[in-house]
């Protein structure tokens, strides 16, 4: 089974500073995928950056970046340039990749860290 | 294209009440989930199903109870509501194979059982 740890269960950084949110994970798989999902107040589960455990190339999007350390099983997200609307909890996930496709195990989740944008 | 939809938003019960939470979703996707989301932590998965007329249990099955006679339809079953059942309750969809595996997720049901 696959453990995801969070560590930092609240951050609160001023408008336009950059944070980092760790995560790491144990895992004997050597395919999968990682995540972060944001949970707004709203409580919607949106998918925020995934990254492929094959992929050696760290994954970007937009103010959005990861730092993917397969062998220290580590995958932690950057957000740059921050703002009010990035207040929200996010969560670390990962997901088992299987051969003949399909997610079928489902995301196993951190406990989340609660990230406050200040103004 | 609404997504993945989920009834009711909010619903009351009383220990040893039954219920059904609903899930629908229209991207025709085979690979449907059931997740809880307890008070500060993150979510767990109590359900999922590959496709129609075939489901397995994930790491929260107890007290639970699943069934998908249709692609679109994926509901859960709560018989005999306890305190521990109180919860947000998140249903998710995924195409199957590649496309990055990406999860959609309705917007949750919460349930408390008192």
């Known amino acids: 089974a696959q453990t995801v740890t969070q560590s930092q269960p609240e951050m609160s950084v001023q408008e336009a500073e950059t944070v980092t949110l760790s995560c790491t994970y144990d895992?004997?798989?050597?395919?999968?995928?990682l995540f972060w999902y944001k949970q707004p107040p709203s409580r919607q589960m949106i998918l925020v950056i995934r990254?492929?455990?094959?992929?050696?190339q760290n994954a970007t999007e937009n103010r959005f970046s990861v730092n993917f350390q397969k062998a220290a099983k580590s995958f932690s997200l950057k957000i740059s340039d921050s703002q009010l609307g990035d207040t929200a909890m996010y969560f670390c996930?990962?997901?088992?990749?299987?051969?003949?496709?399909?997610?079928?195990?489902?995301?196993?989740f951190g406990k989340g860290t609660h990230l406050i944008i200040q103004p | 294209n609404a997504g993945v939809t989920q009834t009711p938003k909010f619903r009351i019960l009383k220990i040893g009440q039954s219920m059904t939470l609903q899930c629908t979703q229209d991207?025709?996707?085979?690979?449907m989930y059931w997740y809880r989301q307890d008070p500060g932590m993150g979510l767990k998965l109590i359900y999922y199903?590959?496709?129609?007329?075939?489901?397995d249990k994930g790491e929260v099955p107890n007290g639970y109870n699943v069934s998908r006679s249709t692609t679109e339809d994926f509901p859960l079953r709560l018989e005999l509501a306890a305190p521990s059942q109180t919860s947000v309750y998140f249903c998710?969809?995924?195409?199957?194979?590649?496309?990055?595996?990406?999860?959609?997720f309705g917007p949750g049901t919460r349930l408390t059982v008192t």
């Open positions: 998710a969809s995924t195409r199957s194979l590649a496309e990055t595996y990406e999860q959609y």
């Open positions: 895992t004997s798989e050597s395919n999968y995928y």
């Open positions: 990254q492929e455990a094959y992929k050696q």
């Open positions: 996930a990962f997901m088992k990749h299987h051969l003949t496709g399909g997610g079928a195990d489902g995301l196993t």
């Open positions: 991207m025709n996707h085979n690979y």
């Open positions: 199903s590959v496709g129609a007329g075939i489901t």
